[in-house]
């Protein structure tokens, strides 16, 4: 069975940086627009960002340009996201997801046929 498994969590100070790991099995990694979203406490999950599985374009979330960057690993059947100058406001339970409609709108849950488990991210003062 499919399954997206994140990794690379954890507790950082305000400024640190980390970088998240998703490994993908169970499907045709190279087929799938691959995305990171992150959920808060008492909010709804939030669309971080994604890259497209043909020509590797990425799209991100305007409260992330230029701190975060996603990359992938066709040959690792894996999706990677690096967080720099983290802030209190990162702090959620991050998820990768796989979209295999490729119209699908980037940004939206709905859009995203798998998801993983999510790995928590605290940023602390």
């Known amino acids: 069975q499919v399954q997206l498994v994140e990794s690379g969590g954890g507790l950082v100070q305000a400024g640190g940086s980390l970088r998240l790991s998703c490994a993908a099995s169970?499907?045709?990694?190279?087929?799938?627009?691959m995305g990171w979203f992150r959920q808060a406490p008492g909010k709804e999950r939030e669309f971080v960002a994604t890259?497209?599985?043909?020509?590797?374009?990425?799209y991100y979330a305007d409260s992330v340009k230029g701190r975060f960057t996603i990359s992938r690993d066709n040959a690792k059947s894996t999706v990677y996201l690096q967080m720099n100058n983290l802030k209190l406001e990162d702090t959620a339970v991050y998820y990768c997801a796989a979209k295999r409609n490729y119209f699908g709108t980037y940004s939206s849950t709905a859009s995203y046929d798998y998801w993983g488990q999510g790995t928590q991210v605290t940023v602390s003062s």
């Open positions: 890259i497209r599985r043909s020509d590797g374009n990425t």
């Open positions: 169970g499907l045709t990694f190279t087929i799938f627009d």
